[in-house]
């Protein structure tokens, strides 16, 4: 059957536009695997880069306690899940250009995306953060209230598909704007199809480490994350509820806007 044409609102598709100008360009460095690289076999730019300094130079308009936080991070033994810095700003950046009011984050960490989030959501804004571990949340929490933000945060600490679950139950499907997915690589199919019902029409869901290190071109049986975020990437694909666009930013960034 044949795809649907684009039909989202005018924000969205001077979007798209607008990453496809970047995606064309080169586009952004590593997250967790600095060995990529554009020019190399593994086709992305590495952390270490100096191309990548250059973007960061160039593009980085880092708030003083989102600065903070990410440092504050780096000297976490699990530094390295972090969200990098710039694919936070762009999450920020798509977050603002469709204005949106309600987001989820699947996948919280320290916290640094949910702040670059909510930093650019209206005061009456909402980040519904959802993960397992309060420890890490712990870490971002105070720097939230620094920044004036923690009453848009909300963080819950439960497996993230009961906290879906909750969600739909109480009447909130189709009344958010944005997701973004980040966690476990095995649930990825439930967390896409339940954010598919509580994104609205025009809403865009964005789905992080699509390339899996590479692994997705030839996922090993032993390899149940590569597995399963292969099978999302094909179904995706041919998913006529979408219109995708599947970028190298950090460790692969698919971007699926809701018809």
Aim: glycine share 8%.
């Amino acid at each position: 059957s044949k795809m649907p044409l684009l039909s989202v609102p005018k924000e969205v598709a001077v979007g798209t536009a607008m990453l496809g100008v970047a995606f064309a360009t080169g586009m952004l460095a590593g997250r967790r695997y600095p060995s990529l690289g554009f020019g190399t076999p593994s086709g992305m730019i590495g952390k270490n880069s100096p191309i990548r300094q250059y973007i960061l130079d160039h593009s980085l308009r880092e708030h003083p306690v989102l600065k903070k936080l990410r440092l504050l991070t780096a000297e976490h033994p699990w530094g390295r899940m972090m969200v990098s810095c710039e694919q936070a700003q762009l999450m920020a950046n798509l977050v603002k250009l469709i204005k949106a009011k309600k987001v989820i984050e699947i996948g919280v960490f320290t916290g640094y995306n949910a702040l670059n989030m909510a930093l650019v959501l209206p005061d009456n804004g909402r980040v519904v953060a959802c993960d397992i571990n309060e420890d890490y949340a712990k870490i971002g929490r105070p720097l939230w209230k620094e920044a004036g933000v923690e009453h848009k945060i909300d963080l819950r600490i439960k497996p993230a598909i009961q906290t879906l679950d909750e969600l739909l139950a109480n009447g909130e499907a189709e009344t958010f704007d944005f997701a973004f997915i980040d966690a476990d690589k095995e649930n990825y199919n439930e967390y896409y199809e339940k954010c598919l019902r509580l994104i609205k029409k025009g809403g865009l869901i964005a789905i992080d480490n699509v390339f899996w290190n590479g692994k997705v071109l030839k996922p090993r049986k032993d390899d149940l994350a590569a597995q399963s975020i292969h099978r999302l990437n094909e179904k995706l694909l041919r998913d006529a509820r979408v219109n995708i666009s599947m970028l190298p930013v950090g460790d692969g960034v698919t971007l699926a806007f809701k018809l």
